[in-house]
């Protein structure tokens, strides 16, 4: 297995815009936090990624029969995502008032939300989150 590069296209870039402006529980300021470029912004990189791979899995098609199948399963996963972006929502709005007055979120925010980042990134397979709090993971290939 080797590191593959995690890359957003701006093809992806708009899917995850359509997702967000689609979901009636998220607000439409959301999509001003993605960034395709993972040396921009550490958090909302990570936040693009998470997003990214979820609306990748809300499109499989076989995503209908495992929903049906596994109903808790599914009930489980949409309850993560639900607070992994109540999460999100809370820090981008929190960092965006503070910028609004030239203060930063306190590193134990920031913390705070590479944690909730982190924690969903350990659930999909292939995805090493253990090499450091600061990282966002990486995720293998098999060849």
């Not at 590191?3 to 009636?24: G, Q, R």
């Not at 909302?44 to 499109?59: E, H, I, K, N, P």
């Not at 705070?112 to 450091?132: M, N, Q, W, Y």
Request: charged share 20%; aromatic share 10%; hydrophobic share 40%.
């Amino acid at each position: 297995m080797e590191d593959m590069p995690f890359a957003v296209s701006y093809a992806a870039l708009a899917e995850v815009t359509n997702y967000v402006h689609a979901n009636a529980h998220l607000p439409d300021t959301l999509t001003g936090e993605f960034v395709t470029d993972p040396k921009a912004d550490r958090i909302r990189w990570a936040f693009t990624r998470v997003t990214r791979l979820y609306v990748g899995y809300m499109s499989l098609e076989t995503r209908p029969r495992f929903a049906n199948a596994f109903p808790k399963d599914t009930a489980d996963s949409e309850n993560t995502m639900a607070s992994f972006f109540a999460h999100c929502v809370g820090y981008f709005a929190t960092a965006r008032q503070l910028a609004e007055q030239g203060l930063q979120p306190e590193s134990p925010t920031s913390a705070d939300i590479r944690k909730v980042i982190l924690e969903f990134l350990s659930t999909v397979p292939g995805c090493d989150t253990a090499h450091s709090a600061h990282s966002v993971g990486s995720c293998k290939r098999r060849h």
